[in-house]
């Protein structure tokens, strides 16, 4: 038998290292060929990494979360033959020893893989008893609820202490002046286990109370890892960095939403639904002609504001992970449907978890929609280093007067946001005014 090295792979395009996102396999398991071992990602993006040999797992290179670099050692799996261990051994004197099951770092030494105890030999976990002072009171004595109407007497403190340990103090005897409960009594009941009282099954009453009250207030902690680091590290730079300004605009898209619905009667089953978002998407196109500030990257740290003739557009798309934002490029050269599939299709991917480093980075502007859900206004945070995003608010009917008329109409909000270090407040008005006419007027998106 022999031991097979994995390491962490060259993902290409210069990146160094990578973050271990997660384990689909773990010590002393079995895996074959072509097996997924873990999921790794870079920037956006989810890769999986697949086992060369079969084998069995012998120890895993990093926790869930830990940040590797390429080239280091990832997992070692047990196979029939030679493995490749005597190479890594030549070039490398100190070998990393088997970790874990609960893949903890390896670390540099090699150390000795000691055999688990026979069941006869494991001893009992000791348990740690914790003494409490009682006093000789009534506190010590067999307890029984108070009257429904009769509110237990204690200071706020001694509640805020019941409260997070879950216990309900109408069962708790008071040993104080006029039965005012204190920190003794307290911690007797603790002592005791929740008292006397019992419901039919023999179980206590007050127990199941204060069970009840520590599955309300129980914290659970949750690493940030993966996707989730990314979007924090991106959003706390952005906001960092970036000094925002918003601009909120409101649009009557009552002939916009005549026509959607008209093209998806006349076209939907041969060509695909047509949602609100593919003719936004035609406004920027159009409006970035007119103001190519806004279709720019700026490298605040070189201090040079690239503009760009080329419109590749993020769509912000929620994902089970988290945010994510599939690029749509060259949407200058796609018409309404070409748009609307290929955001499609990036959408899945990235909900799936298959859209890769390219169709997740390089756009040069984003859109920003929460759908049904998008609110009435809201702030979007700039995709750094970009420097405007249009955010869609839903879309409501409303009254409006219209030619001194009350009438329906369909009114939907454009938020969005600019970074004020490139971007002045008077064209950033003039941009969304511009994105507001043609969205009003949408006949106009179709002339050049």
């Known amino acids: 038998m022999g031991v097979h090295i994995i390491k962490m792979p060259d993902i290409g395009e210069g990146i160094a290292e ?13 895996v074959t060929e072509d097996q997924i071992l873990a999921d790794v990602m870079t920037d956006k993006a989810t890769i999986e990494i697949p086992s060369p040999v079969h084998g069995v797992v012998l120890a895993l290179g990093g926790a869930a979360g830990q940040v590797m670099a390429v080239g280091s050692e ?9 493995g490749n261990l005597a190479a890594e051994t030549a070039s490398k004197s100190a070998p990393v020893a088997a970790t874990s099951a609960a893949a903890e770092p390896m670390p540099e030494a090699k150390k000795e893989i000691t055999t688990p105890p026979a069941a006869s030999e494991t001893k009992p976990a000791a348990t740690t008893v914790t003494a409490v002072n009682t006093k000789t009171t009534s506190a010590s004595t067999p307890m029984a609820a108070r009257a429904s109407g009769d509110r237990p007497i204690a200071s706020p403190a001694l509640r805020r202490r019941a409260w997070d340990l879950g216990i309900e103090l109408q069962y708790v005897n008071g040993s104080g002046a006029g039965g005012r409960i204190t920190q003794e009594d307290l911690d007797a009941y603790l002592a005791r286990g929740s008292g ?8 206590s009453a ?12 129980e914290e659970t902690t949750i690493p940030i890892i ?3 680091r990314k979007i924090a590290q991106k959003m706390q730079d952005a906001k960092r960095r970036i000094p925002h300004f918003s601009y909120v605009e409101e649009v009557d898209v009552t002939e916009l939403e005549a ?4 093209l998806n009667h006349e076209h939907g089953a041969s060509r695909g639904k047509l949602s609100l978002l593919p003719f936004l ?6 409006a970035v002609r007119q103001y190519p500030q806004m279709n720019a990257r700026f490298d605040d740290d070189a201090g040079v504001v690239t503009r760009h003739a080329a419109v590749h557009l993020g769509i912000a798309a929620q994902t089970e992970s988290g945010l994510m934002v599939p690029v749509v490029r060259h949407a200058e050269a796609r018409d309404l449907w070409s748009s609307a599939s290929e955001m499609s299709r990036l959408a899945e991917a990235a909900r799936s978890g298959k859209a890769n480093r390219e169709e997740l980075s390089g756009s040069t ?14 702030t979007p945070v700039i995709n750094h280093p970009e420097v405007a995003i249009i955010g869609v608010n839903k879309m409501v009917e409303r009254p409006m007067i219209r030619n001194g008329q009350i009438v329906a109409r369909k009114m939907m909000n454009l938020s969005s946001s600019f970074d004020h270090r490139v971007v002045d407040g008077m064209d950033a008005a003039e941009f969304i005014q511009k994105i507001r006419g043609y969205l009003e007027c949408p006949a106009t998106l179709f002339v050049e």
């Open 18 to 30: 990578v973050e271990l996102v997660a384990w689909q396999i773990k010590v002393g398991d079995r």
């Open 74 to 82: 990832l997992i070692r799996i047990e196979i029939e033959g030679e």
């Open 196 to 203: 006397s009282m019992t419901n039919a099954d023999g179980t």
């Open 206 to 217: 007050a127990s199941n109370v204060s069970n009840a009250y520590r599955q309300l207030h």
């Open 226 to 228: 993966g996707l989730r």
């Open 259 to 262: 026509l959607r619905l008209r």
């Open 281 to 286: 998407m035609r406004a920027v196109v159009l």
């Open 365 to 378: 502007i984003t859109i920003s929609s929460l759908g049904a859900l998008g609110g009435i206004v809201s």
